[in-house]
């Protein structure tokens, strides 16, 4: 982009200097554009919603950019300190800054993102003035339109509420809107409920996988109200109802995976648990864009390993300890930091040295999570230590393992011929049914029935403890793995404040490292005094004064700056998030 423009300034002064001064060469009339009207037919229609569905893995093929993904991992999840950002400290350096609650307005990151965001609503409203055009031609049915601008506005109302998420101050543009008149002064909650709320009127087979349907906007609705509005007794009328009747877009059923380790294998991206998956492809013919562009950085480094490059994504070591139990039981009182509790690492241990793993009991849904060192990784064998870390001493011991491929999967999975065969089919997990019972759960705590939160927390521990789905060296368990169902009386269903650690504890565990907990904290109204404690612990590590220094977070830190660059080609009419 800088070289393109350069070369404009260049050729625009040439021509400058030509015309003696003269004005009239930049009068130029468009030799032509695109007529709307020439795609308000049913296969122009499908094309402009291909568009716009497209947006949901954060890719555009104009701005290939690092600072988008489907699972939103840097923003998430590397914010939410679940993992830094790994590899070394000069690449990617727009992520530094994130990791350490010292960002700026102009962070690249958050212009790229924001462009992606508000790319994908103008597909969304360009969408639905075409639907109109076709509808008043009469060359589609009411029935027809009524479906294509239901699934224009809950993807409208979906883009709109990440933004949210992201700055809480955003413009709300709808297939009216004006741009001269954009501000990010109202309060868009309502318009970006109203959009969601459309898309319940879906129905539930929707024929095709990647298109939403009712069961999932009846769950991005219920996130949306949670979120923005903390209506628990609204959501979860949504989500019961979901659960009840819903069925994943090709109307086949959904529900809990037998083991979570299959959750997250390639083949079964669209599998049971996966209510809605971000679809990716490779071998297709675009050079490998369309699987998972944002994802490419976080695999293994070094050759011969998955991906082959990047090494980002690393998992912090307060994450892995989470995964320490006792009696089979998470340690809620966070003593998990502490002591023998903290999960051992091979940090600075050479790849040719001994080390024995970890022997204490532990959550087996850390080695699926996350490659450590001693551990079966998928069929690529053990993990070998810091051989398979670009910078140890930067990024910590521990690699990313959900969206990884198997071994096996190589070229069948994976683009082939490109520079890395981190571009694969591995869609993002955007809604899983653990997630759709974690929700109901979190309802179910904040409406005072404890009872029914425990049930379902319990379905999704009770799958983790299912010894089918174990990492396993050989014929036995890769590690102690001790995991429980949490009792039917007393601590920490006895109280709602304590019940609520149990469910905030669970989700940290289950849906780890993909891209949900910086909002979560966000939800719960704890993003300060958590995130605090976590990075005062990360700063002892070995690698954390590497990756943190004298980082602090403060209240501003519940939101992103909106991008300099924004505010800036608004001529002042979008103001800065407060603390920013």
């Given at each position: 982009?800088?070289?393109?423009y350069?070369i404009l300034?260049f050729?625009?002064a040439?021509v400058?200097?030509?015309?003696?001064?003269?004005?009239?060469f930049?009068?130029?009339?468009?030799a032509?554009?695109?007529?709307?009207?020439?795609?308000?037919n049913e296969?122009?229609?499908e094309?402009l919603?291909i568009?716009?569905?497209?947006?949901l893995?954060?890719f555009?093929?104009s701005?290939r950019?690092w600072?988008?993904?489907?699972?939103?991992?840097?923003y998430g999840?590397?914010?939410?300190l679940e993992?830094n950002?790994?590899s070394?400290?000069?690449?990617?350096?727009?992520i530094?800054?994130?990791?350490?609650y010292?960002?700026?307005?102009?962070n690249?990151?958050f212009?790229?993102?924001w462009?992606?965001?508000y790319?994908a609503?103008?597909?969304c409203?360009n969408?639905?003035?075409v639907?109109?055009?076709?509808?008043?031609s009469?060359?589609i049915t009411?029935?027809q339109a009524?479906?294509?601008?239901q699934?224009?506005?809950?993807?409208r109302g979906?883009y709109?509420?990440d933004?949210w998420?992201?700055?809480?101050?955003i413009?709300?543009?709808?297939?009216?809107?004006?741009?001269?008149t954009v501000?990010?002064t109202?309060?868009?909650?309502a318009?970006i409920?109203?959009d969601l709320t459309?898309?319940?009127?879906?129905?539930i087979n929707?024929v095709a996988?990647?298109?939403?349907?009712?069961?999932v906007?009846?769950?991005?609705?219920?996130k949306a109200?949670?979120?923005m509005?903390k209506d628990y007794a609204g959501?979860?009328?949504?989500?019961n109802?979901?659960?009840a009747n819903?069925?994943k877009?090709d109307?086949?059923?959904?529900?809990l995976a037998p083991?979570?380790?299959?959750?997250?294998?390639i083949?079964?991206?669209?599998?049971?648990e996966a209510?809605?998956?971000v679809?990716?492809s490779?071998?297709?013919?675009?050079?490998g864009?369309n699987g998972?562009?944002g994802?490419?950085?976080?695999?293994?480094y070094?050759s011969?390993?998955?991906g082959g490059?990047?090494?980002?994504?690393q998992p912090t070591?307060?994450f892995?300890?989470?995964?320490?139990t006792?009696?089979?039981?998470p340690?809620l009182d966070?003593?998990?930091n502490?002591g023998a509790?903290?999960?051992?690492?091979?940090q600075?241990?050479?790849?040719d040295e001994?080390?024995?793993?970890?022997?204490?009991?532990l959550?087996?849904?850390?080695d699926?999570?996350?490659g450590?060192r001693?551990i079966?990784y998928w069929?690529w064998?053990?993990?070998?230590?810091?051989d398979?870390?670009?910078?140890?001493t930067?990024?910590?011991p521990?690699n990313?393992?959900?969206q990884?491929?198997?071994?096996s999967q190589?070229?069948?999975y994976?683009?082939?011929?490109?520079?890395?065969s981190?571009?694969?089919?591995?869609?993002?997990?955007m809604i899983?049914y653990?997630?759709l019972?974690?929700?109901?759960?979190?309802?179910?705590i904040?409406?005072n029935?404890?009872a029914?939160?425990?049930?379902n927390?319990?379905l999704v521990?009770?799958?983790?403890a299912n010894?089918?789905?174990?990492?396993?060296?050989?014929a036995?368990?890769a590690?102690n793995?001790?995991?429980?169902?949490?009792?039917a009386?007393?601590y920490?269903?006895d109280?709602?404040?304590?019940a609520?650690?149990?469910?905030?504890?669970?989700r940290?565990?289950?849906?780890g490292q993909?891209?949900?907990?910086?909002?979560d904290?966000n939800?719960w109204?704890?993003?300060v005094?958590?995130l605090?404690?976590i990075l005062?612990?990360e700063k002892t590590?070995p690698?954390?004064?590497?990756l943190?220094?004298d980082a602090?977070?403060?209240p501003?830190?519940?939101?992103?700056?909106?991008?300099?660059?924004?505010?800036?080609l608004?001529?002042?009419?979008?103001r800065q998030?407060?603390?920013?």
């Amino acid at each position: 982009m800088k070289k393109t423009y350069i070369i404009l300034v260049f050729t625009l002064a040439v021509v400058g200097i030509i015309g003696s001064c003269r004005q009239s060469f930049l009068d130029i009339k468009p030799a032509g554009g695109l007529d709307q009207s020439l795609l308000a037919n049913e296969k122009g229609i499908e094309a402009l919603l291909i568009g716009a569905y497209g947006m949901l893995d954060g890719f555009d093929v104009s701005n290939r950019e690092w600072g988008n993904s489907g699972s939103g991992w840097v923003y998430g999840s590397v914010r939410g300190l679940e993992a830094n950002k790994g590899s070394n400290s000069g690449d990617q350096p727009w992520i530094n800054p994130i990791q350490t609650y010292s960002e700026t307005a102009t962070n690249d990151y958050f212009d790229q993102r924001w462009r992606a965001l508000y790319e994908a609503i103008s597909r969304c409203n360009n969408l639905i003035v075409v639907v109109g055009k076709a509808l008043e031609s009469e060359t589609i049915t009411q029935a027809q339109a009524d479906l294509w601008i239901q699934q224009a506005r809950v993807l409208r109302g979906w883009y709109h509420f990440d933004a949210w998420r992201m700055w809480e101050m955003i413009p709300y543009l709808d297939e009216t809107t004006d741009p001269k008149t954009v501000t990010n002064t109202e309060d868009v909650r309502a318009k970006i409920i109203a959009d969601l709320t459309e898309g319940t009127n879906l129905p539930i087979n929707m024929v095709a996988i990647g298109k939403f349907n009712r069961t999932v906007s009846q769950v991005l609705l219920a996130k949306a109200m949670m979120q923005m509005n903390k209506d628990y007794a609204g959501a979860l009328t949504l989500l019961n109802d979901a659960r009840a009747n819903g069925k994943k877009p090709d109307n086949t059923a959904i529900g809990l995976a037998p083991t979570y380790g299959e959750v997250f294998d390639i083949v079964n991206r669209n599998g049971i648990e996966a209510i809605y998956t971000v679809q990716y492809s490779v071998n297709d013919g675009s050079g490998g864009v369309n699987g998972g562009y944002g994802e490419v950085l976080n695999f293994p480094y070094g050759s011969g390993k998955p991906g082959g490059c990047c090494g980002f994504f690393q998992p912090t070591q307060e994450f892995v300890n989470s995964f320490r139990t006792a009696a089979g039981l998470p340690l809620l009182d966070f003593s998990y930091n502490s002591g023998a509790n903290q999960v051992k690492n091979d940090q600075g241990i050479a790849a040719d040295e001994p080390f024995t793993p970890d022997t204490g009991p532990l959550d087996p849904r850390l080695d699926w999570a996350v490659g450590r060192r001693g551990i079966p990784y998928w069929d690529w064998g053990k993990v070998t230590g810091m051989d398979w870390i670009r910078d140890q001493t930067y990024g910590g011991p521990f690699n990313p393992k959900k969206q990884v491929y198997k071994k096996s999967q190589e070229g069948t999975y994976t683009e082939v011929g490109n520079w890395t065969s981190g571009w694969t089919a591995n869609g993002y997990r955007m809604i899983r049914y653990a997630d759709l019972l974690l929700l109901i759960a979190e309802c179910q705590i904040e409406t005072n029935d404890l009872a029914g939160a425990r049930t379902n927390i319990n379905l999704v521990r009770a799958r983790a403890a299912n010894p089918a789905g174990f990492v396993m060296d050989g014929a036995v368990p890769a590690a102690n793995y001790v995991i429980n169902t949490y009792p039917a009386t007393g601590y920490p269903f006895d109280t709602q404040a304590n019940a609520r650690l149990a469910l905030r504890m669970e989700r940290k565990l289950e849906l780890g490292q993909e891209g949900h907990r910086y909002f979560d904290l966000n939800r719960w109204g704890i993003t300060v005094a958590e995130l605090t404690r976590i990075l005062n612990y990360e700063k002892t590590m070995p690698w954390g004064s590497n990756l943190y220094g004298d980082a602090t977070v403060g209240p501003e830190d519940v939101t992103y700056p909106l991008p300099q660059r924004q505010i800036d080609l608004s001529n002042g009419a979008l103001r800065q998030n407060t603390g920013h």
